[in-house]
């Protein structure tokens, strides 16, 4: 157990919708990190949080948006979705923002089937 | 940009045989090197890491890699593999600078398979 939790673990849903993934860090954790897995892009970085404010960019598509709330947690918000957005989609946390070489911990991961 | 290339999609050895996962990175800055397993329907644990020092890491479940910086690798090996090791490997990168780092880029992944 990595400490860091995810909600929902299963997420079916249909196209056009848009659906709201919760994570939540390790205690002390101030990063958080979401990646996207799927068969054909393995497994690619989305986006990245500290402290409330982003703080990196990877490869978000523009339907797709994120959040930090001030008790750290965050939620990630697919909208307009299509069926090439069915995925896995994990939520990392560390200590840091990654200068140091932070290790990151994976939560568990929410897997979306988009019908 | 960085990039992190593993050669082999898939590696069938046999149970206590040494294995080695081989991982290439590109990159035009300094980063930092990790390698990651993922069991099934799990997510991502992390064996070891490279930050600086000591080329050779040492990590989880009897797991070690080699930094080479002059051939980009960040190779993964173990002396005696066990059924259990039978996951998926991820090696991955992240660029740093004095700004701070980016998310991790991986490899596609190496899915070790273990034969009795």
């Known amino acids: 157990d990595s400490g860091v939790t995810q909600t929902p673990k299963h997420l079916i849903t249909a196209t056009g919708q848009r659906v709201t993934l919760r994570c939540s860090p390790r205690?002390?954790?101030?990063?958080v990190y979401w990646y996207q897995q799927s068969l054909d892009q393995g497994l690619q970085f989305l986006i990245q949080y500290y402290n409330g404010e982003e703080r990196a960019k990877g490869n978000i598509l523009e339907r797709f948006s994120a959040q930090q709330f001030p008790d750290l947690h965050s939620e990630l918000n697919l909208s307009s979705l299509e069926l090439g957005d069915s995925a896995l989609y994990f939520c990392a946390s560390s200590v840091g923002y990654g200068r140091m070489g932070e290790t990151q911990y994976f939560g568990p991961g929410t897997r979306l089937l988009v019908l | 940009a960085q990039s992190v290339t593993q050669l082999d999609s898939q590696v069938p050895v046999f149970e206590e045989a040494p294995v080695e996962l081989r991982c290439n990175y590109s990159s035009s800055v300094s980063v930092y090197l990790f390698w990651y397993v993922q069991y099934p329907n799990q997510g991502l644990q992390l064996l070891l890491k490279y930050l600086s020092g000591s080329t050779l890491v040492k990590g989880i479940n009897g797991f070690e890699a080699e930094f080479n910086k002059s051939q980009t690798s960040f190779h993964l090996r173990k002396p005696s593999v066990h059924i259990s090791d039978t996951a998926e490997y991820f090696c991955?990168?992240?660029?740093?600078?004095?700004?701070?780092?980016?998310?991790?880029?991986f490899g596609k992944g190496t899915h070790l398979i273990i034969q009795p």
């Open positions: 205690s002390g954790d101030l990063s």
């Open positions: 991955a990168v992240i660029m740093y600078s004095g700004g701070g780092a980016d998310g991790l880029t």
